[in-house]
Nanobody, 125 residues
Framework: QGELVESGGGLVQAGDSLRLSCAAS????????MGWFRQAPGKEREIVSA????????FYADSVKGRFTISRDDAKNMVYLQMRTLKPEDTAVYYC??????????????????WGQGTQVTVSS
């Protein structure tokens, strides 16, 4: 089945940068599209970014476009989310997810079937 473990969250000030990492284990995820999602208190979980299995196709939510960059290193079984110019509204728990055995990106949570436990990102103003 595999496992995803996120790391890299923390408390930062507005304008700072963070890089989130997602370590995949248990099997290879090179044939799986991967995504980053976030959930703020009192809000629904939403997609932030996604990357196809090949890495050729990426998606960004409008709210993070131009500030966040998703990448993957299949040799290390890792997925990253580089976050720049962070804003207080980026505060949320960030989750890594896999769309196992599907190569293409999906915008929908229901299409991701393996999730990490999440990492908290807090941006102070």
């Amino acid at each position: 089945q595999g496992e995803l473990v996120e790391s890299g969250g923390g408390l930062v000030q507005a304008g700072d940068s963070l890089r989130l990492s997602c370590a995949a284990s248990g099997r290879t995820f090179s044939n799986s599209a991967m995504g980053w999602f976030r959930q703020a208190p009192g809000k629904e979980r939403e997609i932030v970014s996604a990357i196809s299995s090949s890495g050729d196709s990426t998606f960004y939510a409008d709210s993070v476009k131009g500030r966040f960059t998703i990448s993957r290193d299949d040799a290390k079984n890792m997925v990253y989310l580089q976050m720049r110019t962070l804003k207080p509204e980026d505060t949320a728990v960030y989750y890594c997810a896999a769309r196992q055995y599907y190569s293409s990106i999906s915008y929908y949570l229901k299409n991701y079937d393996l999730w990490g436990q999440g990492t908290q990102v807090t941006v102070s103003s």
